[in-house]
């Protein structure tokens, strides 16, 4: 099995631009789970997904955030429009179910200059 | 609100000594908690878990031990090896299925 697939896995860009992160989740798996890093905060659960829909997006951050799921095997985190404080480590994870083991992309580091 | 607290951001140990990892936590509706482990450019991975009905688990050279009263937990590693330097990241489950982590402790194991 490849894993958790996350895509790009760096990305640089400048404050106001749109900003896509993707995901595939391991064939299978029915919840996606995005998270944050920053040296500040640790790791933060943005939003996860069971079957596609979204449950609990309590921690993202703003509307400026969002994140879709159009089908089992893919999923994107957006920030519109981008600021240099959302610089981080983005990763997506994903489990058999919500209480399963989550296992964990290699993250999309992203630097908003 | 930070739920999950790791008050130190590094250990370093000794290869051969037992590294212990300190986690606490605020929330008593947490009812699992896991540590996870991070090498560098990659995404945590899965190391070890504990339900809220049990004071200790182990596996292997790992064990996790569990202090409901206390609100805190820790992850014993003997004896420590140059391989486990990783950060360590402390979780815990809430009844909604929701995970919040700790920030994370280094720990460098030295040869």
């Known amino acids: 099995d490849a894993g958790v697939i996350q895509s790009p896995r760096h990305e640089v860009t400048e404050m106001g631009q749109e900003v896509t992160l993707r995901c595939k989740p391991i064939?299978?798996?029915?919840?996606l789970f995005w998270y944050r890093q920053t040296m500040m905060r640790g790791l933060e659960l943005l939003i996860y997904?069971?079957?596609?829909?979204?449950?609990?997006d309590s921690g993202m951050p703003e509307d400026r955030f969002s994140a879709k799921m159009p089908n089992a095997s893919f999923s994107t985190l957006k920030i519109q429009p981008s600021e240099p404080r959302d610089s981080a480590v983005y990763f997506c994870a994903s489990s058999r179910d919500p209480s399963g083991t989550q296992y964990f992309g290699p993250g999309t580091r992203l630097l908003v200059l | 609100d930070q739920q999950v607290k790791q008050n130190s951001p590094s250990l370093s140990v000794q290869e051969g000594r037992i590294s212990i990892l300190n986690c606490d936590y605020t929330n008593s509706m947490f009812d699992y908690f896991l540590w996870y482990k991070k090498y560098p450019a990659e995404g945590p991975t899965f190391l070890i878990s504990?339900?809220?009905?049990?004071d200790k688990n182990e596996d292997g050279r790992f064990t996790v031990f569990l202090n409901k009263s206390a609100k805190h937990l820790s992850l014993h590693i003997v004896p420590s090896q140059p391989g486990d330097s990783a950060v360590y990241f402390c979780a815990a489950r809430g009844f909604n299925n929701d995970m919040r982590f700790g920030a994370g402790t280094r720990l460098t194991v030295k040869p």
């Open positions: 997904f069971n079957n596609n829909v979204p449950i609990d």
């Open positions: 064939s299978g798996h029915n919840s």
């Open positions: 504990i339900s809220s009905i049990k």
